[in-house]
């Protein structure tokens, strides 16, 4: 019971730990690339903005959506939304439910990138250096006597160190907006964190019932493809084994395959019985190079045979396996059907 | 790795020890995003107070809220407190025990914050350096053409350029600095003496009794819970085993009509028969290109009622005379 316990303690904690661990990752990655990423503003009007902006919304746009391709759930959420209907019902719950929780995962490494942003500054100051009120940092006569469009090039030059003469104003600038960014990114983290507060601690009071349902559903739905598929592996490995194994035999003929059966008796030789066993009949080069050439050039038929080796019903069996056979393969193994007519002659 | 699994069983089995680490992650992730949090002063009058209280209040809050989020008892808690009665009686106070539980441990991470800042010194600085009597120090710059509230306004950022060869603005800072670390540790011992005088006096007044009743109930309802929420991933999964499996035997059934054969029971070569089970009656291509088919196109309705109560062989044992020695029935 215990190391029952501990693998299903594994197994579902495998499951979510997997993609919060993911979720980790990508918000690590996304604060790493931010530092690693060397922020080039242009310095010049009519660029600033745009550049600054659309470093600021395309890659979190991107992350957003790397976290959905990383996903497992999003293909099970498109799977269950476009399944038709048949003999189960769709509960649309569920699907917001897993729509969610999906979102809830893919939204964490895009809020890290635009916070460590603001944080940062450099994107507030390199946009909206154009819109400062120089007057505020002291007695820049200077700057009067420049006509509209020479200040706003000086102004858009603000972000660059080595393009702007003015020690003083320019760290006195840059530290005003950099103020304002870093109030921007801590308001900002406010309102996730108090929206995930109001999400998480309030949504008891409403729905706790349905929430529990959907909760169970949506696990179900993915646990039991996750089951298809390792009932699916597992036949088609059954299945693998039964058709070589039949190959095998038809390739060697039935006489040999059957000499061997009656040894359910003997128990003292088990393992030389099973060595024999393994050899399906196939003895000599000959015999095998067939069996190889045969594999390529014309594999068998996606059909199972049922074997009834039981020694009781041998008569009743050698009758039915024709039958059998005959309706079951259709179109192959005429050869067999003959040899079992000419060995049940003998007898 | 036996090892590790042992320390884990620990830590999960006791669910306070869990919400106890968490809490010291959450101060060791406050103290980190302090270092690496780039401390900038305006060093504008109108503006230092604002930025440096809100550098010292907006973050304990996010910080707050963010213990509350990661706490398991906020759920189990919630859970307690809005449930309608049913068969099992409230009580209050359980409810009550997993509050204060919480809101304890979501106070360390912003309590952290708080200590560092007024330890490090740099806010209090960004803060209070408008309020310093600058006739306290000597060697303030009188000569660019600045009043007195924007040069101390100033103090704070050290790369300005009216603070280049005089030393007023490292004997400002130090001043402020020191009133800092006062305030800082002054709370630090403040917060300790009331945790010592709460641990010490609590015995007096609650009744110690009742207190340990609570303290059983709220850890059960942890645990309950968790239980709750492992059987339905184990119910879910037998569920799924059955219902796929069904699926499979509900196309066999249409083979075996075919071929008008019922299956045998037969003695075959060893291995095979458990080969032959995990084929589930589907021996053929087109069976199990239908089968994968229908799967998408018409899953089956949740019921698993027919294999759950599946009819088994029983076997009967009787000795020579007819007497029965054993029977599964």
Redesign the interface.
Known sequence: MDKFR?M??FL?SNQESFMNGICGIMALASAHMYSAFEFNCPCMPEYNYTYSTGLLIVPPIWFFLLGFVLNNNVSVLAEEWR??T???TKDPTILRYMLCSVTQRSLIAPAVWVSVTL???KSFLCAFSINLDIE?F??YSFVRQMSETEKIKLLARIPCKDLFEH??LR??AS??I??IS??CG??F??MI??T??LI??IR??FT?AAFLKTK?WS??ID??R???DE??K??A???A??CI?QYFENISGEMQSLHH?PA?KDDGEDDDRSDE?KLLGIRAQNDMNKVLWNWHTSKP????R????????EKLNGK?NGT?NG??NGHACDMEKKEWAVYYSKV | MERLKLVLQYFQSNSESISNGICIILALVSVKLYTSFDFNCPCLPQYNKLYSLGVMIVPPIILFFLGVLVNRHTGVMMDEWMRPVGNRSKNPAVVKYLVSAMIQRALLAPMVWILVTLLDGKIFICAFSLSVDPALFSGAPNNTGLDMIKIMAKVPCKEDVIFRNSSFRKAVSRYVRCYSQAVGWSTLLFLIILGAMGRLIKPCFDDHASFLQTRYWSNYLDVEQKLFDETCVLHARDFARKCVVQFFEDMREDTILRLQHPPFIFNSKEGWEEEEDRLHGITKQDQMNQLLKKWYYSKPELDVTRIAHRPKPCVTWEDLEGEILYSDV
């Open positions: 501990m299903f303690q579902q399944r038709p048949g003999s189960r944080m940062d500054g505020k002291g007695n020690e003083e760290v006195a530290r005003y950099k103020c870093q109030a801590w308001i983290l406010f964190t108090f995930a507060f998480r601690a008891p009071c706790q169970y696990h179900y646990i039991e996750k089951m298809f009932t699916c597992e036949h490995k059954s299945f084994k039964v194994h059966h359910s066993d038929a996606l059909a199972l049922k074997n009834f080796d039981g020694e009781n019903n039915m059998i309706l079951a």
